[in-house]
């Protein structure tokens, strides 16, 4: 008991002076920074931020931690940020389109706005790719878009979440192609890969990364961007298959409403350096390396709100319809 | 102590209030992809409970007695404790917080069975000084997770 | 048989030993206080194996999720809290065990248990990977479902006593699990209009705080501690060498823990937190003595502690050969890998087969090395606990569960949950409402969900979509099991009656 006492006593001194030894320098960042992942750990977000990491550090001069507040998609974070987090600098936190987008349209307690926020970077981009099994009878697309005009509601698309940009996507698909088909959402992308290899579902409308890392396994039907992708060169784009369908999942960091405008340009720098030093290894995993900052970052989210805007609204009056 | 308690029937009923408080608080606009399971578990749940009453008043219901071990006022000071705790971690900050609620819980239960003297307690601070800066020092430095700061650390 | 010498021979690296052992203390740490996650710690670890060298990173990152599964097992032993909830069932034999003053002898059994499930679960991976690895890939979401259901079943032996309360306490953890954003849907239910409460009640949060609580409010009330002290006879009772030959004096359920810890690992989705319960509940159900079972029995310590270190290699079973995480620490990992340019598939077991083998050995390294730090570390921390007075033991254990259940998300709303639910479940235990029943609803609730919600949109476009449910043949032995499994008290009760001259004639075997 008193050999732990006294322990307990040299710790508490440690302690002391570790806390004193904390400011010092001038100008921001004074303190270490709080890197909000509204996500779980070992998912996109936060394999992503841990590789931006040590980077940051290294050009910001600060500690940078990663903390992780997952729940309710990201809306836990993201209404605790919105109403908490100190414009100063110190706390920034990783935001996703479309969730940011469509969860304060869907939802009554989201607890934050689309646009509550000051945006830093959007850093990368994944786009959506319709996959199927390699070894099933669906080869192209157009034999996925017979075999759910013959049999409607019977082809199944699983996708990350509802109202995620997996959904939108389908829903888009839905509309353009005339088809009935069934979305069944997973609770992330990891459960998909092996819904699909085992044939429990016929598709998945998930992000280009899966299609890339598991090529051997899977057929990618078509992506949704404006030109192919380098990572998959063989495979098409939906548009030039004819329908006009692009979109995806944006990452990207913000900070409180406020805060100063030297500080949002160093951040802003320090991330956009970031991005450029990772990324070979961010395309490497399947990721859209595209950046888009300041105005350009608010306009993205304003694009994407109009390009989701009759989507969401038909889902709202289906909705209303149901009641 | 309360004593012979017809535990079957406050459980059934303890059953009944819940399944109708989860029932009242589903929002009718929900669809139905979110509710059927969640409305399917509140009707097992109302069928479990109605069964535990009807038992109640069988026979064959269950009697005991409720908070029979040691003194209940420690357990529910304990407990306000333990909330108090979590408020003032809010307020005064994490480490801040944590010391004066160990150090205070010690003297609290320590009183029970022997005396304290100031001296002793002055010690007991500095230990819970220490226990914290122990757990404060792995989370913040080695983990790298912010605890909550208030007015102090 | 050429490449298994060269993945050994980069083994013996004075580096590699040093992460190996570091590894499992760092793990046990983290599996010992309760609120910290595998998951967590490896994600913590992620950036420091940029600076390594791709199989130091996969070794050190490989021994902190074997330590933090074992690890769990201290809590559960010393304080009756799960420290993770792969230990669960440790709880309910150890810490009667430790109350009988046999504390280190439990921690030993669940130590040398837990070295031999991780090297079961090493073996299972070096040679059966393939066919389980298309097992795997079977379960759909029926097979979810029927799992979480023959999981349910499970509440008839938790519950003491009584059947219905059983019955309620688990019908309120699945109740408490849909609070929150519903998985399939994406819709808030039962928030109260709260932001916060879109996040739901995180199972890790109701298992810290219905299982602390209740002890930390009974020591108060008797003002005294409930470790018994360790008499003599006990300590020779606990010697490494008698531990060791008694837990191998149990063959039958070592081999079908093992089995179980393995069949659950390969389940993406699902890992210790249902391995060990349902290893303890077929060892009740084959034990001669099933009475014993909760008075602090080896049997079921050993059954818990085996099954769910198997799930720490078992589950890269899926990892390795499909790129499909069986448990969520193994995403972690996954991330590694593709970061160091490793593409799950076959030819991470050729091509890059001596990293591979390395990778596998190493584990069961760690799970020897579990041994020493185990047992050492085991009896200091039972020294620190058994000396320390009930009125620092209290607040101190009460430090750890608010700090714990705070890191898990960062949230203060987390730590006023926890409080309140492990408060409600000492008032709910007053009645006979068990906290075992509670959790186990809200683990196996979302699996329930997730599977049947997805079963009958798959289903949409048949006469009943619920005939989903019973299509496949894999689902017809899940559902065979659900029902045997349920109806098991009966039958045995039944039986007893047949048979009331012969007691010992129960056994399943």
């Known amino acids: 008991m008193k050999k732990i006492a006294i322990g307990c006593v040299v710790l508490a001194a440690l302690a002391a002076v570790v806390f004193a030894s904390g400011a010092g320098a001038q100008g921001y960042p004074q303190k270490p920074i709080n890197y909000i992942i509204s996500f779980n750990p070992g998912g996109e977000s936060d394999v992503t931020a841990r590789l931006q990491q040590s980077h940051l550090e290294k050009i910001l001069g600060q500690t940078v931690t990663v903390t992780h507040k997952p729940g309710g998609g990201g809306a836990v974070a993201w209404s605790e940020f919105q109403r908490t987090a100190k414009p100063d600098g110190y706390t920034i936190i990783g935001v996703n389109i479309p969730h940011i987008i469509a969860q304060p349209i869907e939802r009554k307690d989201a607890g934050y706005t689309t646009e509550g926020w000051e945006l830093i970077i959007w850093f990368h981009f994944t786009p959506n790719a319709l996959i199927v099994q390699k070894d099933g009878n669906i080869k192209t697309l157009a034999d996925f878009v017979k075999l759910a005009k013959e049999k409607p509601k019977a082809v199944t698309v699983a996708g990350s979440g509802s109202y995620s940009a997996n959904h939108l996507e389908t829903l888009r698909l839905e509309k353009l192609a005339g088809l009935q088909l069934t979305y069944v959402p997973h609770t992330g992308t990891g459960p998909i890969v092996p819904a699909l290899m085992g044939g429990h579902v016929n598709s998945t409308m998930n992000y280009s990364m899966v299609g890339v890392q598991y090529k051997d396994q899977m057929r990618t039907l078509a992506v949704a961007t404006d030109e192919r992708l380098a990572v998959l060169p063989d495979v098409p784009t939906f548009k030039e298959l004819g329908y006009d369908i692009v979109g995806g999942a944006y990452r990207g960091v913000a900070v409180p409403k406020g805060t100063p405008p030297e500080i949002v340009k160093k951040l802003t720098d320090a991330f956009v350096k970031t991005t450029e030093l990772i990324a070979d290894k961010q395309r490497e995993m399947g990721f859209e390396v595209t950046y888009a900052t300041g105005k350009q970052a608010a306009d993205l989210v304003a694009r994407m709100k109009a390009n989701y805007a009759d989507i969401l609204k038909d889902l709202a009056e289906q909705r209303a319809k149901k009641q | 102590m309360i004593r012979n308690v017809n535990t079957d029937l406050v459980a059934g009923t303890l059953g009944l209030l819940l399944s109708f408080a989860f029932w009242w608080l589903i929002d009718p606009e929900i669809t139905h992809l979110s509710i059927v399971f969640p409305a399917a578990m509140i009707t097992i749940m109302a069928i479990v409970s109605a069964l535990l009453v009807v038992k109640g008043f069988s026979r064959a219901a269950e009697r005991g007695n409720l908070f029979e071990v040691g003194s209940n006022v420690r357990v529910f000071v304990t407990g306000l404790f333990f909330f108090g705790w979590a408020f003032a971690i809010g307020i005064l900050g994490f480490f801040v917080a944590s010391v004066l609620a160990i150090a205070l819980i010690a003297l609290y239960l320590a009183l029970a069975r022997r005396r304290v003297s100031m001296a002793a307690f002055a010690a007991w601070v500095l230990i819970a000084a220490g226990e914290v800066a122990f757990f404060y020092l792995i989370f913040t430095r080695l983990l790298h997770i912010p605890l909550p700061e208030g007015w102090f650390l | ?509």
């Open chain 3, 1 to 509: 048989m050429d490449i298994f010498l060269q993945a050994m021979a980069a083994l013996a690296d004075p580096i590699v030993i040093l992460l190996i052992f570091g590894g499992v203390s760092a793990g046990l740490f983290v599996g010992a206080m309760p609120g910290l996650t595998a998951t967590m710690a490896l994600a913590v670890l992620l950036p420091f194996t940029f600076t390594m060298t791709p199989l130091n990173g996969l070794v050190g990152l490989g021994a902190v999720y074997m330590g933090a599964i074992y690890g769990g097992a201290f809590a559960a032993i010393l304080v009756n809290t799960p420290g993770t909830p792969s230990s669960i069932a440790t709880a309910f034999e150890g810490y009667p065990m430790a109350k009988q003053g046999r504390a280190i002898e439990a921690i030993s059994v669940a130590t040398v248990a837990s070295a031999v499930g991780g090297i079961a679960g090493v073996l299972f991976l070096l040679f059966l990977a393939p066919p389980l690895a298309l097992l795997s890939i079977r379960f759909g979401p029926s097979e979810y479902f029927w799992v979480a259901m023959l999981g349910l079943t499970l509440i008839a032996s938790l519950s003491e006593g009584s059947l219905l309360k059983g019955l309620l306490g688990g019908t309120i953890g699945i109740m408490l699990g849909t609070i929150g954003v519903s998985p399939i849907g994406g819709e808030s239910r039962f928030t109260l209009g709260i932001p916060v409460m879109q996040g739901g009640i995180e199972m890790i949060v109701a298992l810290i705080g219905l299982f602390v609580l209740p002890e930390l409010y009974n020591m108060a009330a008797l003002a005294q501690t409930s470790l018994g002290e360790v008499s003599i006879s006990a300590k020779e009772r606990s010697s490494f060498w008698r531990v060791t030959a008694r837990v191998f004096s149990q063959p039958a359920n070592l081999i079908r823990s093992c089995i179980i810890g393995e069949i659950v690992a390969i389940i993406p989705g699902a890992g210790g937190n249902i391995a060990n319960l349902v290893a303890y509940n077929e060892a009740k159900r084959a034990s001669k003595h099933p009475e014993r079972f909760g008075t602090g029995t080896t049997e079921g310590l050993i059954a818990s502690e085996s099954s769910n270190n198997v799930t720490v290699a078992g589950s890269m079973v899926p990892l390795l050969t499909l790129g499909i995480p069986g448990a969520p620490p193994d995403a972690v990992i996954l991330g590694v890998m593709l970061l160091h340019g490793l593409r799950p598939g076959i030819e991470l077991f050729t091509t890059s087969g001596v990293l591979t083998y390395a990778f596998i050995f190493s584990m069961g390294l760690a799970a020897i090395a579990m041994v020493p730090v185990g047992l050492l570390g085991g009896r200091l921390i039972y020294r620190i606990i058994f000396r320390t007075p009930y009125y620092f033991l209290v607040p101190t254990i009460g430090l750890a569960t608010i700090i714990g259940t705070f890191a898990l998300r960062n949230s203060i709303t987390d730590v006023f949950i926890m409080l309140t639910l492990g408060t409600g479940g000492y008032l709910l235990k007053q009645i006979g409402i068990m906290p075992a029943p509670v959790v186990l609803g809200l683990i196996l609730g979302t699996i329930a969900e997730v599977g049947y919600v997805q079963a009958i949109l798959g289903g949409a476009t048949y006469r009943f979509a619920q005939m989903r449910l019973f299509e496949n043949p894999l689902s017809w032995i899940l559902i065979a099991l659900v029902v045997v499994s349920a109806a098991w008290p009966f039958l045995a009760a039944l039986y007893r009656r047949i048979r009331p001259v012969d007691k010992t004639i129960g056994d399943a075997e």
